[in-house]
């Protein structure tokens, strides 16, 4: 027979047990139940943060300052967007939505067109996208335009009439080469219209017809003169012969003033 333990000693010794196997019953259940409910949170965690859409880029940046208002702009996400409740809103800075037309769709991208003929200043873009799981994202960006888009911009003042300069000439080229004095004197142009009265030396045109009548009438009257000149001579010398025959009594061929002709010797 076993000796009875004392009582002290089974105080100690009998509620001990007890309360270890409670204890390890209650880590024994809430052990897998801490770790499900770590799981579920983290999931529950996780999920929407794999589901919801990030902005990566867009087109203009933010802040940037163009020349002109583009056509378009474009937001990039890091996924391929809803195009229900997706959207985007370009303000100018009187306030004039110059948004035109629906959302386009490209991948991951979401493109808005934007009216044309935009003036120069600020402008404000409100966009929202619908993520896959449906959660809405939502931002603001943007961008400013130094000048006024489309005809106006481009349209210049008629040119005044310029004058014409004539460009000094450089220390190097003082002296004008013969090019550029055969080019500094432009040779006169034919003047077309009426023929000229001369003819390039000064002289009328009407005065060599003239001239030539004149001189065709010296010559005639020359040598008319020659030819009444020779028969005067003529005349005169026949007139010599006659008048000394009659002086001697003979005719000029030995026949006698009687018309005997002398005896042969």
């Known amino acids: 027979m076993r000796p009875s333990l004392r009582p002290d000693l089974a105080r100690e010794l009998g509620p001990a047990p007890a309360r270890a196997a409670v204890r390890a019953r209650t880590a024994a259940v809430a052990l897998p139940a801490a770790l499900a409910a770590a799981f579920v949170t983290l999931l529950l965690t996780a999920l ?46 009187d306030g004039t939505v110059v948004s035109a037309g629906p ?8 493109v808005q067109p934007l009216a044309a003929d935009l003036p120069a200043g600020a402008y404000r873009v409100d966009w929202r996208a619908t993520s896959a799981d449906g959660h ?6 943007g961008f ?35 090019a550029d004095e055969a080019t500094a004197e432009p040779s006169p142009s034919p003047t077309v219209g009426a023929a000229s009265d001369d003819d390039g030396t000064g002289t009328p ?18 040598a ?13 010398s026949d007139g010599a012969a006659s008048d000394g025959a009659a002086s001697d009594g003979t005719a000029s061929d030995g026949t006698a003033s009687d018309g005997s002709r002398p005896a042969a010797g």
């Open 144 to 178: 400013t335009a130094a000048e006024a888009a489309g005809p106006a911009a481009s349209v210049a003042p008629s040119p005044e009439p310029m004058m014409t300069t004539q460009a000094q000439p450089s220390e190097e080229s003082q002296e004008p080469t013969p």
């Open 205 to 222: 045109v009407w005065l060599w017809p003239v001239v030539a009548v004149v001189v065709a009438g010296a010559v005639a009257a020359a």
């Open 224 to 236: 008319g003169g020659a030819v009444a000149a020779r028969r005067r001579a003529a005349d005169a």
């Open 48 to 93: 929407p943060a794999a589901a919801h859409n990030g902005l990566r880029s867009t087109d203009p940046a933010d802040g940037t300052t163009l020349p002109q208002a583009p056509p378009q702009v474009t937001l990039t996400f890091d996924q391929a967007v809803l195009e229900l409740g997706t959207e985007v809103v370009v303000t100018a800075a």
């Open 136 to 141: 809405p994202v939502t931002g603001t960006f």
């Open 103 to 110: 959302v386009q769709l490209v991948d991951a991208s979401v």
